[in-house]
């Protein structure tokens, strides 16, 4: 495991003293209480599900351009549980699937966190597309959702979807909170390692969080505590596992307790941490400098993303 930052892109300085976390404090609450009020307004914007692009008909004779990208191999592709509408989906796809010559990069999966919507990525998708990612998907789970699980076999069969109507065999996935987990279950425990290349995570439990406990009556907020069935599921071995994680985590973030616990922490995963400073946890899918970040993660193989030391984004 590695502990990097991205330091080009940010503004250099020391740690933190305690002489000056007040005042960063107070201003990142600030800027939280701006970001929350900002997305109440567009959150009506994303309740509806995400259109799907219009794509031609293949011309008869021809092939769909896919490949093997059919989800039949082991893991959650395979898993019978999905069933024959699994298989109707992935074969409804690949009859409208784009062609990928020329568009080296895959498509990124944006997958938002708890009681939110696609909304919360608009300047991230933004900024996304205006530096040249071409396909962009956003996947909307139901608040209702009580089990990771599920919601991770419903990421599963949306990237079956996209990979067969883009023609791409990898995705690149961020996830924000909650939906970082869902994401991570997806690619460590249901086989979602042969579709994700990258895993980018901002602000995601992934050592469990003591935060809200008053909303402990919520199952899916039962399974993000520490010492929970799941988060011990993910700590089990995951030997081969082929996707590198990126986890973004912010000394000032109010929602995941202790704030460490946002750092992925596995000894058969490649995963670097990035340490955020100067913001809180609503401000990470939006900030410029993590957007910026991100594209960096995106780009790179990991061995180049940064040096030690802090990343202020404020």
């Given at each position: 495991?590695?502990?990097?930052?991205?330091?080009?892109?940010?503004?250099?300085?020391?740690?933190?003293?305690?002489?000056?976390?007040?005042?960063?404090?107070?201003?990142?609450?600030?800027?939280?209480?701006?970001?929350?009020?900002?997305?109440?307004?567009?959150?009506?914007?994303?309740?509806?599900?995400?259109?799907?692009?219009?794509?031609?008909?293949?011309?008869?004779?021809?092939?769909?351009?896919?490949?093997?990208?059919?989800?039949?191999?082991?893991?959650a592709?395979?898993?019978?549980?999905?069933?024959?509408?699994?298989?109707?989906?992935?074969r409804?796809?690949?009859?409208?699937?784009?062609?990928?010559?020329?568009?080296?990069?895959?498509?990124?999966?944006?997958?938002?966190?708890?009681?939110?919507?696609?909304?919360?990525?608009?300047?991230?998708?933004?900024?996304?597309?205006?530096?040249?990612?071409?396909?962009?998907?956003?996947?909307?789970?139901?608040?209702?959702?009580c089990?990771?699980?599920?919601?991770?076999?419903?990421?599963?069969?949306?990237?079956?979807?996209?990979?067969?109507?883009?023609?791409?065999?990898?995705?690149d996935?961020?996830?924000?909170?909650?939906?970082?987990?869902?994401a991570?279950y997806?690619?460590?425990?249901?086989?979602?390692?042969?579709?994700?290349r990258?895993?980018?995570?901002?602000?995601?439990?992934?050592?469990?969080?003591?935060?809200?406990?008053?909303?402990?009556?919520?199952?899916?907020?039962r399974?993000?505590?520490?010492?929970?069935?799941?988060?011990?599921?993910?700590?089990?071995?995951?030997?081969?596992c082929?996707?590198?994680?990126?986890?973004?985590?912010?000394?000032?973030?109010?929602?995941?307790?202790?704030?460490?616990?946002?750092?992925?922490?596995?000894?058969?995963?490649d995963?670097?941490?990035?340490?955020?400073?100067?913001?809180?946890?609503?401000?990470?899918?939006?900030?410029?400098?993590?957007?910026?970040?991100?594209?960096?993660?995106?780009e790179?193989d990991?061995?180049?993303?940064?040096?030690?030391?802090?990343?202020?984004?404020?």
């Amino acid at each position: 495991m590695k502990v990097l930052s991205f330091l080009p892109l940010l503004l250099r300085g020391p740690l933190l003293r305690p002489a000056r976390l007040s005042s960063t404090l107070i201003r990142a609450t600030a800027l939280e209480l701006v970001i929350l009020a900002g997305h109440v307004l567009i959150y009506p914007s994303g309740i509806a599900p995400e259109r799907r692009p219009s794509t031609p008909r293949p011309v008869p004779g021809t092939g769909t351009g896919v490949g093997s990208g059919t989800g039949k191999d082991t893991g959650a592709g395979s898993n019978p549980e999905h069933g024959a509408g699994h298989d109707e989906i992935t074969r409804a796809a690949e009859a409208t699937a784009l062609p990928t010559t020329g568009d080296a990069r895959p498509p990124v999966v944006l997958l938002h966190g708890l009681i939110d919507n696609r909304s919360v990525f608009v300047l991230l998708r933004r900024s996304l597309a205006r530096h040249g990612w071409r396909h962009l998907a956003s996947l909307n789970y139901s608040p209702l959702t009580c089990d990771i699980r599920t919601a991770a076999e419903l990421l599963d069969r949306h990237v079956e979807e996209i990979c067969a109507r883009t023609g791409h065999h990898e995705v690149d996935i961020v996830g924000h909170s909650l939906g970082g987990l869902i994401a991570r279950y997806y690619v460590q425990r249901l086989g979602g390692d042969r579709r994700v290349r990258t895993l980018v995570t901002l602000g995601t439990p992934h050592g469990g969080t003591s935060a809200v406990p008053l909303a402990g009556a919520h199952p899916i907020v039962r399974q993000m505590r520490s010492g929970s069935e799941l988060i011990e599921e993910l700590r089990r071995p995951a030997p081969g596992c082929r996707t590198r994680f990126v986890s973004f985590w912010s000394e000032l973030d109010r929602v995941i307790l202790p704030v460490e616990t946002a750092c992925v922490d596995h000894p058969d995963l490649d995963a670097v941490n990035v340490r955020v400073t100067g913001i809180g946890h609503l401000a990470l899918p939006v900030h410029p400098a993590v957007a910026s970040a991100i594209r960096q993660a995106l780009e790179s193989d990991g061995s180049d993303v940064g040096t030690r030391g802090a990343a202020h984004v404020a």
